[in-house]
């Protein structure tokens, strides 16, 4: 990555932009598997509008982030807007950066908090090829009425076994946050997830 793209701009508008992505990821975890608009990509920036809005809204310099791919012209890139460090393992980091999930994932080693402050966790940020028309799937859980159907695509085989054991480690374990372009949808940990065979 160039030094153009290392200094990539941020958001245009830092405290209006902020805000609006910080209500919207907020909004995505009360409404676990509805889609949330964060906008279009930025410039210079590899990475998915809502990846790159969310990652600049939410990280600070208490906030280290771990990344699935090592490249420095994106981590500087947050470091300068952000203040963000680099968490060198999984297990210390605020957030973590996924952008080609089946290189490697396991929700285990990331900061599932305790039970005393289940707080102290892991959110991940997982950029998929879509957030719609993948394998049928029904959340249940706060925040839904009833049921929502869901179909994230690109997920490995064994993504639902270990987001099983997650969940019933409740109150500790991760948050997700699914990214796909300008858009974004929730999993928080007191989300229950069905798959529907053959639908």
Do not use: K, Y
Request: a negative charge; aromatic letters at 8%; proline letters at 7%.
């Amino acid at each position: 990555m160039n030094g153009a793209q290392t200094l990539a701009p941020g958001l245009a508008d830092g405290v209006h932009d902020s805000q609006q992505a910080f209500r919207a990821v907020l909004d995505a975890l009360a409404r676990p598997g509805q889609v949330r608009r964060f906008g279009p990509a930025l410039p210079d920036v590899a990475l998915g509008g809502a990846m790159a809005r969310l990652l600049l809204s939410l990280s600070d310099d208490e906030t280290p982030v771990w990344w699935q791919r090592a490249d420095a012209g994106l981590q500087q890139w947050l470091r300068f807007h952000t203040g963000a460090v680099l968490a060198e393992r999984p297990e210390v980091a605020s957030f973590a950066v996924f952008t080609d999930i089946h290189q490697g994932f396991a929700l285990s080693d990331f900061a599932a908090g305790t039970a005393a402050a289940p707080e102290f966790s892991s959110t991940l940020l997982i950029e998929l090829p879509g957030l719609a028309d993948g394998p049928a799937l029904e959340w249940r859980g706060p925040g839904i009425r009833d049921v929502q159907r869901v179909g994230l695509q690109g997920l490995p085989d064994d993504f639902w076994a270990q987001w099983q054991a997650n969940h019933a480690a409740f109150p500790q374990g991760v948050d997700i946050v699914f990214t796909c372009g300008e858009d974004a949808l929730g999993l928080p940990r007191t989300t229950r997830v069905r798959r529907l065979e053959g639908v």
